[in-house]
């Protein structure tokens, strides 16, 4: 499975965007990552055919993520961004195979939000 994320940019405190992880290939789920400089990078939310989920520092912030199947792709919408939200953000396909979980990473798109 080969990820490529967009969608991210530099914005002011406030504002919004959208992050789009698009997939080559098919997973149980899709999830998204964040890493601020200097920091651990840590878990945002994911989604599966399922259900969605989000960090609990996430459920509440305006943060929202959904899909389009038909594109294969994932969204991460983030709204009234912070500062403190700026960070590289990374997606990530995680299989299970034989009970095996693998997980697959693309490259990241990084979010600045400034003051």
């Known amino acids: 499975v080969q990820l490529q994320a967009s969608g991210g940019g530099l914005v002011q405190r406030g504002e919004s965007l959208r992050l789009s992880c698009t997939a080559s290939?098919?997973?149980?789920?899709i999830d998204w990552y964040r890493q601020a400089p200097g920091e651990r990078r840590e878990w945002v939310a994911s989604?599966?055919?399922?259900?969605?989920?989000l960090a609990d520092y996430a459920k509440g912030r305006p943060f929202t993520i959904f899909r389009d199947t038909a594109k294969n792709t994932v969204y991460l919408q983030m709204n009234n961004l912070e500062p403190e939200d700026t960070a590289a953000y990374y997606c990530?396909?995680?299989?299970?195979?034989?009970?095996?979980?693998?997980?697959?990473w693309g490259p990241g798109t990084l979010v600045t939000v400034s003051s």
């Open positions: 989604i599966s055919s399922t259900s969605s989920n």
């Open positions: 290939g098919s997973s149980d789920a």
């Open positions: 990530s396909a995680v299989q299970w195979q034989d009970g095996v979980r693998y997980e697959y």
